[in-house]
Nanobody
Framework: DVQLQACGGGVVQAGGSLRLSCEAS????????IGWFRQAPGKEREGLSC????????YYTQPVKGRFITSRDSAKKTVYLQMNSLKPEDTAIYYC?????????WGQGTEVTVSS
């Protein structure tokens, strides 16, 4: 079974950093892109970043460009989201995602709270 397990969330002060991890299993990790999304209370889920398959080209949306970095480790079948210069508006539940053979798979979410 395809599984994506996200972890690494927590409470951090504004300006701080956190690294999220998304461990993948049940599919050929190197063959698929992995994205990160978040959903803040009362808001729609928004896309943040994507890392392509293989060597991994990276893409970021404007709210996180220049502050967040995504990377992948094939040996560990894990994708990371390094979050720097965190702001209170980054408070949300963070999810990893992959589209595999036309189907969306989501991790269970990990909560990030940024205090001012």
């Amino acid at each position: 079974d395809v599984q994506l397990q996200a972890c690494g969330g927590g409470v951090v002060q504004a300006g701080g950093s956190l690294r999220l991890s998304c461990e993948a299993s049940g599919f050929d990790f190197d063959d698929y892109a992995i994205g990160w999304f978040r959903q803040a209370p009362g808001k729609e889920r928004e896309g943040l970043s994507c890392i392509s398959k293989g060597p991994g080209s990276t893409y970021y949306t404007q709210p996180v460009k220049g502050r967040f970095i995504t990377s992948r480790d094939s040996a560990k079948k894990t994708v990371y989201l390094q979050m720097n210069s965190l702001k209170p508006e980054d408070t949300a539940i963070y999810y990893c995602n992959s589209q595999i053979q036309g189907r969306d798979y989501w991790g269970q979410g990990t909560e990030v709270t940024v205090s001012s």
